[in-house]
């Protein structure tokens, strides 16, 4: 009985593999090629599969591409609910959210340049979803930026949900350089962003900012025109 058990459960396998393998030629032809070049024949060729059985797994190349999108945001959301777990303080956790992202592109920097440049460009429901799912993120982010209101650590005038809008926003933003290629895809480079995103971030929504600009702004020294050099 168990071998009988075991041959029922191989085909499925087979198919997890080969539906898993079909994915990650797509991500290779979309990153190389992006969502108006990439056919299906061209995931096929890739996946080293035959044309057709393509369309035994996926409707179109819509469909497709969502199903990269799911998989890769899947993989994403549930470790960046682990990392906002992480640490005793808001600074701690938005650090390992970044962390988070920036090893995603490590991990995957093909991956992620499709997840950011070219799910949008699906003329047919993909940016619907993409937006449901970001805003399902920045849903769940919003309580972290709500708790560290409570604990003193947010400014006490921010909406917490906007925080969290603006924190995603910047780390795709950082992302997006790496993935155009405006900067160098080095390790001592993805570093430095990933210190800089998050530092730039905690600057503008940490109370201690805001009385530091409250007090530049109504020191009497202080001047909205730029001093101009004296003569000699």
């Known amino acids: 009985m168990a071998k009988d058990s075991s041959a029922a459960k191989a085909p499925g396998k087979r198919e997890e ?3 898993r393998a079909i994915l990650r030629a797509a991500i290779e032809v979309f990153s190389r090629k992006g969502y108006q070049g990439c056919r299906i024949a061209d995931v096929a060729k890739e996946a080293g599969v035959a044309y057709g059985l393509v369309y035994h797994y996926f409707q179109n190349k819509d469909e497709l591409l969502e199903s990269v999108f ?4 899947s993989w994403f959301l549930a470790r960046v609910i ?3 777990g992480k ?10 959210v970044v962390g988070v992202a920036f090893e995603s592109y490590r991990r995957d920097p093909k991956a992620v340049k499709v997840l950011i440049l070219e799910v949008g ?14 805003a399902h993120v920045i849903q769940l982010a919003s309580q972290l930026f709500e708790e560290a209101q409570r604990n003193g650590e947010l400014k006490p005038d921010h909406d917490p949900k906007l925080c969290a809008a603006m924190f995603f926003g910047a780390i795709e933003m950082g992302l997006t350089g790496f993935v155009m290629g405006f900067i160098d895809r080095r390790e001592d480079t993805l570093l430095a962003a990933q210190r800089q995103v998050t530092e730039t971030f ?6 201690g900012t805001q009385r530091t600009l409250e007090a530049a702004w109504t020191s009497p020294k202080s001047s909205s025109k730029p001093k101009l050099a004296k003569r000699a």
């Open 17 to 19: 593999e080969r539906r």
């Open 70 to 73: 799911e998989a890769g945001w």
């Open 121 to 134: 460009r699906s003329p047919s429901g993909g940016a619907v979803n993409r937006g449901k799912a970001f």
């Open 87 to 96: 640490g005793n303080t808001f600074d701690e956790r938005v650090e390992s």
């Open 202 to 207: 905690l600057r503008g929504v940490s109370p």
């Open 82 to 84: 682990e990392a906002a």
